[in-house]
């Protein structure tokens, strides 16, 4: 299954929440998309989860290709500076 | 007296003077004034500026005291950055010569740019009209910017107070939001196109969500490359969205027009990208909280008509039989909270106490071994049932009388009552959710009262 974007995620879910509200589902179709949106909410939360913050900047090496490396911020508060 | 001046006049020397023609005392004017001055730079004012049919151009360059001819030969003119007007400032490198034909003396120009704020402005105001009619400023360009992007690509320079800026921002608002910075010149000599370089390879790139392209402020001079053809050109084709930042609240640069958001500064541009990661939490709670609570309705909803069912006089007995497809929702209910992660619980602390209410609610366990097949036939007959209930609308009635009877706002007659915030029109369920001086609402049982925070507590 092809990774489900963040937003699409989150649209789903709050057109679920919507059709739920509206009541006009019968009781499998509700629950079949329940389902559908705990599996949007489980997908939020495990970008959400996963994600970390990178600060890095491109340069070019030797070979004059563009890489990325960390950009030193030399914010205090920050500890993970250094790799 | 006027004697004597005419014998002075009239005056002939014995030794014969070489007599020039027209042609070489002109000519020897030349050599020497072209001997003079090879080349020379020149600043002033342009005037009586015309084009010939040939492409050549002539004007007039003067100061408050002087003026000079000049001539610009069409291949000169072609390569030049700005088309001259009169009242133009402009420095130029010309040779003076003299146009013998004339007895004019004149300049040959070479090269010549614009001087002065004036001259810059018209270079802008040139630029900015060509790109406006070619289309690049059109709101149907104007790409949207992603809710949450999670990679920012910076294009800026990397010694500069703008990238400190931005970095302080993001980190404040979104902690997961990712920043890769294309260190770039900002100014001077060569910086539009290393900036235009830089929205070109962030470009390439599959994992960059949104671009922010700029620097802080500075003179108008110093902000010159984003008003540079090429930077406007690369932020017309960049895929990803732009937006534009550079430091200076009055000013627009072509940069701003073209991009497809324009932000007063650096910081503000990192504001306008980067939501907080509290309220996308926040939101995705919501949601999610809201789901269940539906999904919870959904089941009492369908709990009752099974129980008004059972109550019905012509159909007592398997009274058991019937609760178990309720409880197969539960069960399902509970499998699939389970599958949630804890943390998307966590903040509401009720999230957690609807599934195991869910999950108390189920009827007699002595019941959960009863066979799948009979679970599917019961299934079946309660269908049936329920078009029947269909065909007596009447009794559903009841059945939403009893159920509204459940409603929140029926506690509101046992003294209890609903805050909601006056802005928001949501309930105000936390103390965290006002400020002191926030009017809320709160319903009574009888009527509403609108009152004013005086001070909040946790």
Same mark, same amino acid.
């Given at each position: 299954m092809a990774e489900i974007k963040f937003e699409k995620a989150m649209n789903r879910l709050e057109h679920i929440v919507e059709e739920l509200e509206k009541g006009e589902l019968d009781i499998d179709k509700s629950l079949e998309i329940f389902e559908e949106g705990i599996k949007m909410s489980r997908v939020c939360s495990k970008k959400l989860n996963e994600a970390e913050q990178k600060i890095e900047k491109l340069t070019k090496n030797q070979k004059g290709e563009l890489v990325t490396e960390l950009f030193p911020t030399g914010v205090d508060e920050d500890t993970d500076d250094e790799d | *007296? $006027? @004697?004597? @001046?005419?014998q002075t006049a009239g005056h002939i020397p014995e030794e014969q003077p070489h007599v020039y023609t027209v042609s070489e005392i002109t000519r020897d004017v030349r050599a020497i004034l072209e001997a003079a001055f090879e080349t020379a730079w020149i600043e002033g004012e342009i005037s009586n500026f015309r084009m010939a049919a040939s492409g050549h151009a002539y004007f007039i360059l003067k100061d408050d005291k002087a003026q000079i001819k000049c001539v610009l030969f069409r /291949? &000169? +003119?072609v390569g030049m950055k700005f088309t001259p007007e009169d009242g133009? &400032?402009?420095?130029l490198l010309g040779r003076v $010569?003299?146009?013998? #034909? +004339? /007895?004019?003396y004149q300049v040959i120009v070479? #090269? *010549?740019?614009?001087? /002065?704020l004036g001259a810059l402005q018209k270079a802008f105001e040139q630029l900015k009209e060509r790109l406006a009619k070619e289309g690049l400023f059109d709101e149907s360009r104007k790409q949207s910017l992603p809710e949450i992007p999670w990679k920012i690509g910076v294009v800026t320079s990397p010694t500069g107070a703008a990238i400190r800026d931005m970095i302080h921002v993001i980190r404040r608002r979104n902690p997961k939001t990712s920043i890769l910075l294309y260190p770039a010149k900002v100014q001077g000599e060569g910086a539009a196109e290393e900036i235009a370089r830089g929205i070109e390879e962030l470009n390439k790139r599959k994992d960059i969500d949104v671009l922010i392209v700029g620097r802080g402020g500075g003179s108008i001079e110093d902000l010159w490359a984003f008003n540079e053809e090429v930077v406007a050109r690369a932020i017309a084709n960049s895929k990803i969205p732009v937006v534009s930042a550079v430091g200076h609240e009055i000013d627009y640069t072509i940069a701003d027009f073209v991009a497809d958001l324009r932000a007063p500064t650096p910081s503000a541009a990192a504001e306008l990208v980067v939501p907080k990661l509290n309220d996308i939490v926040q939101d995705l709670q919501y949601l999610t909280h809201q789901m269940i609570e539906r999904m919870e309705e959904d089941i009492e909803d369908y709990r009752e008509r099974l129980r008004y069912l059972i109550d019905r006089r012509f159909f007592r007995e398997p009274r058991q039989i019937l609760e178990v497809p309720t409880q197969r929702l539960d069960e399902m209910v509970q499998r699939l909270l389970r599958g949630l992660d804890q943390w998307v619980l966590v903040k509401r602390g009720n999230l957690t106490q609807v599934a195991h209410r869910l999950f108390q609610a189920s009827p007699q366990k002595k019941l959960q071994t009863l066979s799948e097949r009979r679970i599917d036939l019961v299934a079946r007959l309660v269908r049936r049932l329920e078009s029947q209930i269909k065909l007596k609308g009447e009794k559903l009635d009841g059945v939403a009388k009893r159920l509204n009877a459940l409603s929140p706002l029926n506690v509101l007659d046992r003294g209890y009552s609903i805050t909601t915030s006056t802005k928001t029109e949501k309930a105000v369920t936390s103390s965290k959710q006002v400020k002191k001086g926030d009017s809320v609402r709160i319903r009574l049982a009888q009527g509403q009262l609108d009152a004013t925070v005086d001070e909040t507590i946790e």
């Amino acid at each position: 299954m092809a990774e489900i974007k963040f937003e699409k995620a989150m649209n789903r879910l709050e057109h679920i929440v919507e059709e739920l509200e509206k009541g006009e589902l019968d009781i499998d179709k509700s629950l079949e998309i329940f389902e559908e949106g705990i599996k949007m909410s489980r997908v939020c939360s495990k970008k959400l989860n996963e994600a970390e913050q990178k600060i890095e900047k491109l340069t070019k090496n030797q070979k004059g290709e563009l890489v990325t490396e960390l950009f030193p911020t030399g914010v205090d508060e920050d500890t993970d500076d250094e790799d | *007296m $006027t @004697q004597a @001046q005419s014998q002075t006049a009239g005056h002939i020397p014995e030794e014969q003077p070489h007599v020039y023609t027209v042609s070489e005392i002109t000519r020897d004017v030349r050599a020497i004034l072209e001997a003079a001055f090879e080349t020379a730079w020149i600043e002033g004012e342009i005037s009586n500026f015309r084009m010939a049919a040939s492409g050549h151009a002539y004007f007039i360059l003067k100061d408050d005291k002087a003026q000079i001819k000049c001539v610009l030969f069409r /291949g &000169q +003119r072609v390569g030049m950055k700005f088309t001259p007007e009169d009242g133009d &400032q402009v420095l130029l490198l010309g040779r003076v $010569t003299v146009y013998e #034909a +004339r /007895g004019d003396y004149q300049v040959i120009v070479e #090269a *010549m740019e614009p001087k /002065g704020l004036g001259a810059l402005q018209k270079a802008f105001e040139q630029l900015k009209e060509r790109l406006a009619k070619e289309g690049l400023f059109d709101e149907s360009r104007k790409q949207s910017l992603p809710e949450i992007p999670w990679k920012i690509g910076v294009v800026t320079s990397p010694t500069g107070a703008a990238i400190r800026d931005m970095i302080h921002v993001i980190r404040r608002r979104n902690p997961k939001t990712s920043i890769l910075l294309y260190p770039a010149k900002v100014q001077g000599e060569g910086a539009a196109e290393e900036i235009a370089r830089g929205i070109e390879e962030l470009n390439k790139r599959k994992d960059i969500d949104v671009l922010i392209v700029g620097r802080g402020g500075g003179s108008i001079e110093d902000l010159w490359a984003f008003n540079e053809e090429v930077v406007a050109r690369a932020i017309a084709n960049s895929k990803i969205p732009v937006v534009s930042a550079v430091g200076h609240e009055i000013d627009y640069t072509i940069a701003d027009f073209v991009a497809d958001l324009r932000a007063p500064t650096p910081s503000a541009a990192a504001e306008l990208v980067v939501p907080k990661l509290n309220d996308i939490v926040q939101d995705l709670q919501y949601l999610t909280h809201q789901m269940i609570e539906r999904m919870e309705e959904d089941i009492e909803d369908y709990r009752e008509r099974l129980r008004y069912l059972i109550d019905r006089r012509f159909f007592r007995e398997p009274r058991q039989i019937l609760e178990v497809p309720t409880q197969r929702l539960d069960e399902m209910v509970q499998r699939l909270l389970r599958g949630l992660d804890q943390w998307v619980l966590v903040k509401r602390g009720n999230l957690t106490q609807v599934a195991h209410r869910l999950f108390q609610a189920s009827p007699q366990k002595k019941l959960q071994t009863l066979s799948e097949r009979r679970i599917d036939l019961v299934a079946r007959l309660v269908r049936r049932l329920e078009s029947q209930i269909k065909l007596k609308g009447e009794k559903l009635d009841g059945v939403a009388k009893r159920l509204n009877a459940l409603s929140p706002l029926n506690v509101l007659d046992r003294g209890y009552s609903i805050t909601t915030s006056t802005k928001t029109e949501k309930a105000v369920t936390s103390s965290k959710q006002v400020k002191k001086g926030d009017s809320v609402r709160i319903r009574l049982a009888q009527g509403q009262l609108d009152a004013t925070v005086d001070e909040t507590i946790e």
